[in-house]
């Protein structure tokens, strides 16, 4: 019997191993030298994600642009990978599969010559991951102590996760916003110090709504950002759901439906003409003249 390994043909004979760049992922390869090659492999019906490696070990030019994933381009930007001494490449691709199958199509000759590695993932459900996105610039980098999500618009159902960040400084790691902790915090890493550089998010067991989040920024002003947005995992890309303006540090913020479209009498501040930080150890609003119903 001839073993295919999930290729439409047998393709044995031009399938090789080197030593190249000592990653038997790279160093190993197959040449499609047969018309309309196609490797298939049987999954659950459902959206993919595909990094598709490409390399030149034995030193000759590899072309890939008519390579395809699902239907999709998966061949790299410039067309053809040249021999430079240590050529690789990975093309990341996703697709959507409706016939039980995943399938990677090429031709030597035709536009696809050869690939070395295709590592598969299922990705996250539509909903399965929510982050919070730094909405403004800053001067520093950004820096929060803590940060919860919720199901409901009173911030009490809380959902779990797996935490994820943009990155982050020495010392201060994503964990470091979920746990729970006022004295310790999170720090933006790099120096993009943009709108919409930082992040942090949670990846959930299973697809929820967020309706609140619970923030607690630092009191150091340079590194607050006075606007975040709450964005949505939509299955192949994130979505802005809820934008939040004029948010602070130094204290917990309640960012839900009613921060985003206040009701009439919804919501008060205390202003005033100041230069540098203003410090406040304590401040209540009351109903009442007297000051005795909050």
């Known amino acids: 019997e001839t073993r295919t390994y999930g290729w439409s043909c047998d393709l044995s004979s031009f399938a090789f191993a080197t030593d190249f760049f000592g990653l038997l992922l790279l ?9 309309n090659a196609s490797w298939n492999f049987d999954v659950p019906l459902g959206r993919y994600f595909a990094t598709i490696s490409y390399s030149t070990p034995m030193g000759s030019v590899v072309n890939t642009d008519n390579c395809t994933f699902e239907g999709r381009h998966a061949g790299i930007p410039s ?10 490449y990975e093309m990341e691709v996703f697709g959507d599969v409706t016939d039980g199958a995943v399938t990677f199509s090429g031709e030597y000759g035709g536009g696809c010559d050869a690939i070395s ?6 990705m996250p459900a539509f ?5 919070l996105v730094q909405g403004s610039n800053v001067t520093g980098r950004w820096a929060v102590h803590e940060v919860a999500f919720f199901a409901d618009p009173g911030c009490l159902d809380e959902v779990v996760g797996e935490p ?3 990155g982050y400084s ?8 979920f746990d729970g902790n006022l004295s310790t915090y999170w720090l933006a890493d790099g120096e993009n110090t943009q709108a919409g550089a930082g992040f942090l998010g949670l990846a959930l067991p299973a697809p929820a709504i967020v309706r609140c989040v619970r923030l607690y920024q630092t009191q150091t002003l340079g590194a607050q950002s006075r606007v975040a947005h709450l964005q949505q995992w939509k299955a192949t890309e994130f979505a802005r759901e809820a934008t939040y303006e004029d948010i602070a540090g130094g204290s ?10 206040p009701s009439a009498g919804g919501r008060w501040r ?3 003409n100041h230069t540098g930080q203003v410090y406040v150890s304590e401040l209540n609003f009351y109903a009442d003249v007297g000051c005795t119903s909050l």
């Open 27 to 35: 160093d190993s390869f197959v040449e499609l030298q047969c018309p």
């Open 79 to 88: 067309g053809f990978l040249p021999f430079d001494g240590r050529s690789t």
């Open 117 to 122: 590695s295709i590592l598969l993932s299922g």
């Open 127 to 131: 909903g399965a991951m929510w982050r």
């Open 164 to 166: 994820f960040s943009s």
């Open 170 to 177: 020495d010392g201060h790691g994503t964990e470091m916003a």
């Open 252 to 261: 917990w913020m309640k960012l839900n439906r009613a921060w985003v479209v």
């Open 270 to 272: 205390v202003s005033g």
